[in-house]
């Protein structure tokens, strides 16, 4: 009580029970301002390069990875019976160079000659022939980008993030006036360990902001998710501060790292293959020299401080190497491939017995695989490997059936079997809509609660809304993905950005419905909130692949600017694109001159 | 990639699976949070397993019990612990129908959007704790019950039942004492009894309905008959006698007439009507138990039936509930134990009815009971002394009185402990005298 009054003055006690009833408003009002902002944002496409049919028609080439054909599915439609419904593929490379592709029976040519097998290189002004319609070519320059890009709109005008920053840090000043009163273990640590995450958070606004990003949505989600999951960690380790708040670093490091790594797609993709290694190797790494826990072999342990879970960090892996761009989906044996993979990975986690991690890939290998396949055969064949590999996880584990034999009964056996539900529906329940105060809770006590039952921890000490909260964090997450799928230069993002919101939705689904007796209990944790290094650490390098996905004008640092790409003059130097040059560009306010299908960037172009 | 774009669709698939799940969980949450939050581990409400907060109160404001970290205390007055006893409950949860065991949330105050995390919570019954004293004190040792509720509110201001124990002491008797037979169920709800004469009001009800000249017929009592080949004693010899005086004599023969031109599945009907043989709820929670009145086959059953021996087992708070449908024009406002909760009314019988059986149990009083017994009430009643079949019988005594600011219904019922008029009706007078009193 002294350290409280210390730092919120004589009238603290006061002053925490009236922010049980602020706390939820404030979560409320983040999350809802990034969900507006997600959504009232303009979607803009990017162009890339033009095609000119005979009769003046324009086709607009909005992706780096674009199919040519007859077919109403394709991203450049040639209304002539001689084209193949999907004729040819124009893909173009990191470094700006494009490359044309036929596909199927038909014959593609440019300036006269055959493309081949591997594909022909395409330049501005080049004639590109499909069956006998005759296209030209136009690559944009560095200066027609640029001046499209002004007409582009930048995120963050209607919907300031600097404000949902401040409530965020109202938000967790709450937490930590909260923990100091209620949770008599809480002490300066707790304290301090807000104090960086602030520091942290402000500083990385600060940086971006000032080299002209405006678009910070997810990451405010996943601040929030943070903070949530650190004041969970506070009431149940309070004097392990230092810890968390140093995995949470470790996080944002990586995750800032990721996303700048995966701004050059030719560097992603010249390592995938050390991705496949690696993910399959941890796995099989831990499942030898693990220390089993539950009859699970999921944890190695480094010394007695620390415990690290593979199989979390593999979750990023295994986006990184399963995503791929448009090329590598017309080759069967890439997916063959993908497939023998995934079923590595599920394969040695039912050895590990980590039954809901193994679900939660097979999902994000549904997601994944339904987006990489072209037809049904394939999608048949994925589906079922799949269920062929939970078939064998189910197997293997006697204890797993048995919580599945628990499921919706759980109220039957609650000394045993349903001692762990029972208690976190319990205790969701006695928190109301507000919650009994952060710290204030007694099931965060219960074995694993911070972690697989951390929704119904965060319902009984922040009550219902801000649980909910942290759901809806995670659903404008996915919401955010897809919106920006239309958007994605290269199929390698979307799929990317759409495994990891599919991975967090299964977590969800998984974690809150699995607690509270709608599904069977698996033991999953909450992205972002539920107390773990591994998992934080994962949560926020999964984060950089949705930041990847976010073409939207200055809306991602993880995602290069248009116009910076200096024409087949290779990778530039990442820092050099923070430099803010024009921005009264972004924040015009006349909203009717925004870019449109009929602008030409020059007269004459006809 | 237009490909790729749309069928990133497919997480929207997952995102409706949450949004499906967060759907049925707060459902789940409305319908059931209660019982969850009252679960004994969730230890902002308990302590070691046992409620550390909630007062429970009396109509007046007494307090029946409190609910503390320090554990757990019942009101001072020794008879007023057992006389509500079986409404408020024990620690150990031995009584099913009792405030403990169902109002749990109601206790602590949970709801949906407070959670349990109202501080002091209190919950205020309509038990009347000098009338609950009273009636234990009544029964003076015999085992039985004793219900009383306001049949224009529904207010139940006692519902007690013996033997009781001092909860304060915790159960300190050997469950095989035959003293402390049936201790931990309230007699008034989970019990049914055969009801003897009680019963006869229900066979009255239906004859005034279904048999038109029932007022111009006269029955002639020797002290038995013989209906349907079985023998029907009485008790006494009535001689010749209108209904309303068999009613008043509780004449045995008559009433084995009355049922036989009735016929057994007429009266089975009835009793199912005023709700005799099903369940009842009280503030959707405590359930009172369904008694059986199945219908006699040939006329001597029959007869049986409709004077509450045969097979007839009766629930005195169903039996109750049938009393204040009488003493209200044929409306049962429905009884509730919480205060300031109203349980709604149904409609037992017609107004016609109910005002000639009302006038016929004021007449009995006036002719067999004497007006004397019950100094300053205007009482309206039966008597039934109800044979068990092993020589001993139930005395009852149900009824209501019309005191303008008392308008009480109840059921006095004392098992294997004489007759009606000489056992239970003394226990009903002392009671409703109290219960007058209190009100003023």
């Not at chain 1, 394939?378 to 996880?393: D, I, K, Q």
């Not at chain 1, 969701?428 to 609660?449: E, H, K, M």
């Not at chain 2, 099903?278 to 369904?290: F, S």
């Not at chain 2, 009430?377 to 009824?399: I, N, P, R, S, Y």
Request: hydrophobic share 45%; proline share 3%; glycine share 10%.
């Amino acid at each position: 009580m002294e350290i409280v009054t210390l730092f919120f003055g004589e009238h603290a006690p006061l002053l925490a029970r009236v922010s049980r009833y602020i706390l939820p408003l404030i979560a409320t009002l983040i999350v809802t301002r990034c969900v507006v902002s997600m959504l009232r944002e303009r979607y803009e496409p990017e162009t890339w390069a033009y095609l000119y049919l005979p009769g003046n028609i324009m086709v607009p080439l909005r992706h780096w990875e674009c199919i040519l054909g007859r077919a109403r599915s394709v991203d450049g439609q040639v209304n002539d019976p001689s084209v193949e419904r999907l004729h040819a593929c124009l893909i173009r490379d990191a470094s700006g160079d494009w490359t044309v592709y036929n596909l199927g029976r038909g014959e593609t040519y440019v300036n006269g000659e055959l493309v081949p097998m591997g594909g022909a290189p395409i330049a501005d002004a080049d004639v590109l022939t499909m069956g006998n319609a005759s296209a030209r070519f136009v690559d944009l320059t560095e200066e027609e980008r640029a001046s499209l890009l002004k007409y582009r709109h930048a995120p963050g005008r209607r919907v300031r993030p600097s404000v949902t920053l401040l409530l965020l840090t109202v938000f967790q000043l709450i937490l930590v006036l909260q923990q100091l009163t209620y949770n008599p273990g809480a002490g300066t640590g707790v304290a301090m360990a807000f104090a960086i995450m602030a520091t942290v958070q402000w500083g990385y606004f600060i940086v971006l902001r000032s080299s002209g990003q405006t678009g910070f949505e997810p990451e405010l989600l996943a601040l929030f998710l943070s903070s949530v999951g650190m004041s969970v960690a506070a009431s149940k380790t309070p004097d392990d501060m230092l810890k968390y708040i140093i995995l949470f670093l470790v996080g944002v490091s990586l995750y800032v790292f990721l996303c700048l790594w995966i701004r050059d797609l030719g560097r992603v993709k010249s390592v995938r293959l050390y991705a496949f290694i690696a993910a399959v190797g941890m796995l099989a790494v831990t499942r030898l020299v693990a220390t089993p826990r539950n009859g699970a072999y999921s944890w190695i342990e480094l010394g007695s401080q620390l415990t690290i879970q593979p199989s979390e960090f593999v979750k990023v892996l295994y986006i990184y190497a399963g995503a791929a761009t448009l090329d590598r989906l017309f080759v069967d044996r890439n997916l063959i491939f993908y497939i023998g993979f995934s079923a590595a990975c599920v394969g040695l986690l039912a050895l590990m017995g980590d039954f809901g991690t193994a679900l939660v890939f097979f999902v994000t290998f549904l997601v994944i695989s339904f987006m990489r396949s072209g037809n049904f055969a394939t999608a048949f064949l994925a589906v079922g490997s799949a269920v062929l590999a939970v078939m064998v996880v189910l197997s293997l584990k006697p204890e797993t059936l048995s919580r599945f034999e628990m499921w919706g009964h759980v109220w039957e056996d609650i000394y045993d079997k349903g001692f762990q539900q029972v208690r976190a529906m319990s205790a969701a329940a006695s928190g109301g809509l507000f919650g009994q105060g952060a710290g204030n809770g007694w099931l965060v006590d219960i074995y694993a609660a911070e972690t697989d039952m951390v929704f119904a921890v965060v319902s009984e000490e922040m009550g219902l809304i801000t649980a909910l909260s942290c759901v809806v964090s995670i659903l404008a997450m996915a919401g955010f993905a897809v919106r920006n799928a239309s958007a994605g230069r290269s199929s390698y993002f979307v799929i990317a950005a759409s495994g990891t919101v599919s991975m967090m939705l299964v977590q969800v689904i998984l974690n809150v419905f699995g607690t509270m007796d709608i599904l069977p209990f698996t033991g999953v944790t909450f992205p972002f909130v539920s107390v773990g290094g591994s998992s934080l650490i994962a949560c926020w390098m999964l984060l950089a692949f949705i930041k990847g996905c976010d073409t939207r004008a200055r809306g991602s640092f993880a995602v290069k600017r248009p116009e910076r790409f200096s024409g087949g003059q290779g990778v530039e130097d990442p820092g050099q694109d923070y430099d803010d040059a024009d921005a009264d560009g972004y924040y015009d306010d006349d909203s009717d001159g925004y870019y449109d299908t009929g602008y030409y960037p020059q007269g004459g172009r006809r | 990639m237009k490909k790729v774009t749309t069928r990133s669709l497919a997480v929207l698939l997952l995102a409706a699976m949450v949004v499906a799940g967060l759907g049925i969980y707060i459902f789940r949450l409305a319908r059931d949070g209660g019982d969850w939050a009252t679960f004994y581990a969730n230890d902002s409400v308990y302590s070691k397993g046992q409620l550390n907060r909630g007062v429970i109160l009396d109509r007046d404001g007494e307090v029946l019990a409190t609910a503390s970290e320090d554990g757990f205390h019942y009101a001072d007055d020794a008879s007023v612990r057992r006389g509500c006893l079986h409404v408020v409950g024990d620690l150990g949860g031995n009584i099913g129908t009792s405030v403990l065991s169902e109002f749990r949330p109601e206790i602590v105050d949970y709801s949906f959007i407070t959670g349990t995390t109202t501080e002091d919570p209190q919950i205020q019954l309509t038990i009347d704790a000098e009338v609950s004293a009273a009636a234990y004190d009544a029964l003076n040792g015999k085992k039985g019950t004793v219900a009383v509720y306001n049949y224009k509110t529904g207010e139940i201001v006692c519902l007690v039942s013996t033997p009781a124990w001092d909860p304060q002491q915790g159960v300190t008797f050997d469950l095989d004492d035959p003293a402390y037979e049936g201790a931990f169920i309230n007699r008034a709800l989970s019990s049914t009894f055969t009801p003897g004469s009680v019963f006869k009001l229900v066979t009255m009800a239906a004859a005034i309905e279904n048999i038109p000249d029932i007022w111009q017929q006269t029955f002639t009592c020797s002290g038995e008959a013989i209906i349907g080949g079985q023998k029907v004693k009485c008790t006494g010899h009535h001689g010749t006698i209108t209904v309303e005086q068999a009613l008043a004599h509780s004449c045995n023969v008559a009433f084995g007439e009355i049922a036989r031109q009735l016929g057994g599945e007429l009266i089975t009907r009835y009793a199912e009507a005023y709700g005799l043989t099903t369940t009842h709820e009280i503030n959707g929670h405590i359930t009172a138990a369904a008694g059986s009145v199945p219908a006699g086959s040939g006329d001597g059953d029959a007869a049986w039936e409709g004077i509450g021996q045969y097979k007839d087992l009766v629930n005195p708070y169903a039996f109750m509930r049938f009393m204040g449908a009488i003493a209200n024009g044929g409306i049962c406002v429905e009884p509730t134990l919480l205060a300031g909760r109203s349980a709604g009314s149904t409609r037992l019988m017609p107004a016609a009815t109910a005002q000639r059986l009302s006038e016929m149990m004021s007449y009995n009083v006036q002719l067999e009971y004497g007006a004397g017994s019950y100094p300053g009430l205007e009482m309206h009643a039966k008597t039934g002394t109800a044979e068990v079949g092993d020589g001993t019988t139930h005395a009852w005594f149900a009824g209501f009185i019309t005191n303008a600011n008392a308008p009480y219904a109840f059921v006095v019922m004392a098992e294997r402990a004489g007759g009606g008029y000489y056992v239970a009706s003394p226990i009903a007078n002392k009671v409703l005298q109290k219960a007058v009193a209190v009100l003023d």
